[in-house]
């Protein structure tokens, strides 16, 4: 993560993708321009590090010059360019190749259209190195793409953002989201669990998101995610990772104000800790702690027995059917405390003692979060 001026920008392309991607561009030109010598115009500013990168990969021999444009203000495109340096020599019969680092909504290639309009050139050709398709509003042609990318300010690689980032020689994105504290709440049965999620979803302002509420939401209401749950349950077969992760996709954009998440319930395996992983990336965010209760089998089915009693639940009457729900919860979670530990993510909690006791030691853990 960066910071330049105010804002708070993440990596996004690395350098060694941006070799890859420019390698890739240099020998799709060079195929198509054969026997040409062309001549490379890069746009200045910005396409300063890329014509410099660009003509070193590019197989053949070719001429190459700069014209310099403006049209950024801040974060946002003018329709107003200014032509700082035109061209300094005579065009006519070349085949040109226009070099930009980027293409937003067009403004500025609409502009260089205009220079090469009286030129006379054999043929003009446009390549540029990244392609914003949602901004773009015009229709000329753009001959080589190197990367479509999402509408977002990026920066690094001769891009910059009030004139800082020219200099960084990989791409970063603006971060758009505000930090969050995301938890993955744990506990075998008995352990307090739900209580515990109550109170630190209130104290904390995080949105409590029940894998098991969450099914019964969505087929309830019969959206269409739930509906092709319920079509893998009905089959009695396992609703696939991903279709878990569409649904907590929705809880998580349903509140876009939130402070961050409780997830409960899920995940249960590596490979779906890894798709939480990802789903958190994709928001600019991260799963910032693994909490897991920690309570005494004896206890535990002292509790549960207990509960049986007055709650009903068969599933609390029978002691052999408790041990086993709580041997299961161990074995299921072993693997994912391995994968939170790796991460210094694990945090253990003694969840023996009153309700506010803790209530006190979870957040005790969760204040320490950085
Ligand atoms: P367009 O005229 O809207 O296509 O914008 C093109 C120019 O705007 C580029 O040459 C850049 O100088 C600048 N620009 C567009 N998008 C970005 C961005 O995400 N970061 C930094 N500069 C940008
Ligand atoms: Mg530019």
């Not at 890329?50 to 190459?64: A, I």
């Not at 014209?67 to 700082?84: F, H, M």
């Not at 001959?143 to 020689?169: A, Q, T």
């Amino acid at each position: 993560m960066i910071k330049l001026h105010d804002l708070i920008f993440k990596p996004f392309v690395s350098s060694q993708q941006l070799d890859e991607i420019i390698g890739r561009m240099a020998s799709e030109i060079a195929a198509d321009l054969k026997d040409e010598v062309p001549v490379f115009i890069g746009i200045l500013n910005g396409s300063f590090m890329l014509v410099s990168d660009f003509v070193k990969k590019y197989p053949h021999p070719c001429e190459v010059t700069f014209i310099k444009l403006a049209s950024y203000e801040g974060l946002k495109s003018t329709e107003d360019i200014q032509r700082l340096i035109g061209l300094t020599q005579d065009l006519t019969g070349r085949t040109v190749v226009i070099l930009e680092d980027i293409i937003d909504t067009g403004s500025t290639l609409h502009e260089v259209h205009r220079i090469f309009k009286n030129e006379n050139v054999k043929q003009l050709k446009i390549a540029t190195l990244f392609f914003k398709p949602e901004a773009y509003n015009k229709d000329f042609k753009l001959h080589y793409v190197g990367l479509e990318i999402p509408d977002k300010f990026i920066v690094g690689y001769g891009l910059d953002y009030n004139g800082l980032g020219r200099d960084l020689p990989e791409v970063y994105q603006l971060k758009t989201t505000q930090y969050m504290t995301n938890l993955v709440l744990f506990g075998p049965p008995g352990a307090g669990k739900g209580t515990q999620a109550e109170f630190l979803k209130d104290k904390y302002n995080l949105v409590h998101i029940s894998t098991g509420d969450v099914f019964r939401f969505n087929i309830k209401n019969e959206t269409a995610l739930g509906m092709l749950a319920k079509s893998y349950m009905d089959r009695g077969e396992l609703v696939p990772d991903q279709l878990t992760i569409d649904m907590l996709n929705a809880e998580v954009e349903k509140n876009q104000d939130a402070k961050g998440f409780i997830f409960d319930g899920f995940p249960r395996t590596n490979e779906q800790a890894k798709a939480l992983d990802a789903l958190m990336e994709s928001k600019d965010s991260q799963i910032n702690a693994m909490i897991a209760l920690e309570v005494d089998d004896e206890v535990l089915v002292k509790r549960l027995l207990d509960r049986g009693k007055t709650s009903g639940r068969a599933d609390d009457a029978d002691e052999n059917i408790i041990r086993n729900r709580i041997t299961e919860y161990y074995t299921k979670t072993a693997v994912l405390k391995d994968f939170y530990s790796e991460q210094n993510k694990y945090f253990g909690v003694d969840g023996v003692g009153s309700i506010e006791e803790i209530t006190q030691r979870l957040s005790k853990v969760i204040n320490e979060l950085k």
